[in-house]
């Protein structure tokens, strides 16, 4: 493994080398390390296009690793994972593409990764994305989670990416089954010319299902992102979506909430905020000793913790 | 010591210009507990931004230490050793407490330590230590979690805003034994606006600010009798807003 291969391994999975447990890296297009435990097995798809990764029913305390690394400038990708969560498990699982593009061709990582997730399980899945590099090639990536919930199981999905992707479109789409939950937190910061959408259609289909869906972003200089959510209630449920925004510089921001519902008794909520950061934050910050770029950065440091 | 030198503030409202200090000269001397009072409106607060560096007089100096700091921004004078709570304390989102404590101090503390601040203006420290400075904070949470973080700095010269607005009574108790202890063991000058006739019983030195202008100004047994006296004459007026 080279030094840019374990930075970014860092960057995108907190890994400091090989990790405990299930994992299988990925680097420029192969696996370059594999393992399955007893509880948790890796296959490669039928088609060969991506991963299978089947968790026993019942699997407490266990984690699951598989980060991409791009390193060869012009490599472009599409990859479908799989992932069958038994019933009654609790697990966490790590996704997550680092983009390091040294050359003048767009990198690009598409990763298409389909959950379904048993009755009772708990999965914490988390997915971080990271581009570096100084070349002019741009560094794309395009997720998409779709996730298939049973009943009473619970998904906390993380998502993060706060530098160095040129461009990203993401997709999520969820089906809750009755007394399920669907916890997200989506945090981004887009510089320079970068762009980022990301759709979210969230189907509460079960008795008593539940999602909150939250981004909170930073645009600056020159950068776009769009946020748009939709959450269908079809059953008696509760869902609640929140996209609160800091703009800066000469960016923009598009924010655009889509609530529907189907039964009398789906209560759905949507707000959204999209706003500079107000003058009396970086005052206060100000009069305890720190300059006003000090204090701008400590501000947008907090709001994507 | 701080020093306002013929120091004036107006701003232009529907194109007229609005004098909002008018000509004051004034000095805080070191260790002293001074508050200043008078009729809402009056220019009080502004008179505290225009010393923290938030405002801009546009005529007059002000000195610090003998420094001229009327250019110094913000954070300048915050790195001179001015500190200053704010009426309005502000929120964050994703800041929290302890951040908060931390930035005030200057430098990396324990969580006991930043627990400490919090316990002396009354709250349970450790439900609090790590909440963020959001909106689930109450008015008067917030109040408390503002004078702790300018404790935390321990600088020359603190100026509080109406630390008593939107605060408890229980509190407002436990406020008064908070500036005491400050006065105290800081060694610095403490500068509070203040209605409240309990704060003006603990200063040293009192200062009436009316109309943008400095209409009094002495010892608290040289004062404080005038003002309660002028309080009954005007039916409260002088003592209100």
């Keep these: 493994m080279n030094e840019i291969t374990q930075r970014i391994l860092e960057e995108v999975a907190e890994l400091h080398g090989i990790p405990e447990g299930a994992y299988n890296i990925r680097e420029n297009g192969q696996s370059i390390g594999r393992s399955s435990t007893e509880e948790i097995e890796i296959g490669t798809r039928k088609d060969g296009k991506g991963l299978v990764v089947r968790i026993r029913p019942g699997t407490k305390k266990k984690s699951v690793h598989i980060p991409v690394v791009i390193s060869q400038s012009g490599l472009t990708e599409v990859v479908y994972n799989d992932f069958y969560v038994g019933d009654d498990c609790d697990v966490t699982i790590v996704a997550g593409c680092g983009i390091h593009n040294a050359g003048n061709d767009a990198s690009k990582h598409d990763g298409i990764h389909s959950f379904f997730i048993g009755k009772n399980a708990k999965v914490k899945y988390v997915e971080k994305h990271y581009g570096s590099g100084d070349g002019s090639g741009e560094r794309i990536m395009n997720p998409e989670t779709i996730v298939e919930m049973d009943a009473d199981s619970y998904m906390e999905m993380d998502t993060v990416q706060i530098k160095g992707v040129d461009s990203t479109v993401r997709k999520t789409t969820a089906r809750l089954k009755e007394g399920a939950k669907l916890v997200v937190m989506e945090r981004l910061m887009t510089h320079g010319k970068q762009q980022a959408e990301s759709y979210f259609d969230v189907y509460l289909d079960g008795e008593g299902s539940g999602a909150n869906i939250i981004s909170r972003s930073v645009a600056k200089e020159e950068s776009y992102q769009k946020f748009c959510s939709r959450l269908i209630g079809n059953a008696v449920c509760s869902g609640h979506t929140e996209c609160d925004a800091i703009i800066m510089d000469s960016a923009k921001i598009s924010a655009v909430p889509e609530l529907a519902a189907n039964h009398p008794d789906a209560a759905l909520i949507h707000e959204a905020a999209i706003g500079k950061i107000a003058g009396e934050q970086i005052i206060k910050l100000m009069t305890l000793g720190l300059s006003e770029q000090e204090a701008e950065e400590k501000i947008v440091e907090g709001f994507l913790r | ?241």
Excluded at chain 2, 27 to 37: G, H, M, Q, Y
Excluded at chain 2, 117 to 127: F, I, K, N, Q
């Design chain 2, 1 to 241: 010591m701080l020093e306002l030198v013929n120091v004036s503030f107006g701003v232009s409202q529907d194109s007229q210009q609005k004098d909002i200090l008018k000509n004051i000269s004034l000095k805080l001397e070191d260790n002293k507990f001074t508050v200043i009072t008078g009729p809402n409106g009056g220019g009080k607060s502004t008179l505290a931004k225009v010393i923290a560096g938030i405002e801009k007089p546009c005529e007059g100096k002000i000195l610090f230490n003998g420094e001229d700091i009327t250019e110094l921004s913000v954070t300048e004078r915050a790195r001179l050793g001015i500190s200053y709570a704010f009426q309005q304390p502000v929120r964050f989102k994703g800041i929290t407490v302890f951040d908060l404590i931390q930035l005030a101090s200057g430098e990396k503390m324990s969580v006991e330590e930043a627990c400490r601040y919090l316990s002396e203006v009354g709250l349970c420290a450790r439900d609090y230590v790590r909440r963020e400075v959001n909106a689930s904070l109450s008015g008067g949470e917030l109040k408390r979690i503002e004078i702790a973080t300018v404790m935390a700095r321990r600088t020359k010269l603190t100026v509080f805003d109406e630390p008593e607005a939107g605060i408890d009574l229980w509190s407002f108790q436990k406020l008064i034994s908070v500036f005491e202890k400050l006065h105290r063991e800081n060694h610095g000058s403490i500068l509070i606006i203040s209605h409240q006739e309990r704060i003006l019983n603990i200063a040293d030195e009192i200062m009436m600010i009316a109309d943008g202008q400095l209409t009094a100004c002495g010892s608290r047994e040289e004062l404080l009798p005038q003002i309660l006296g002028k309080t009954v004459n005007r039916g409260c007026k002088a003592m209100e807003g």
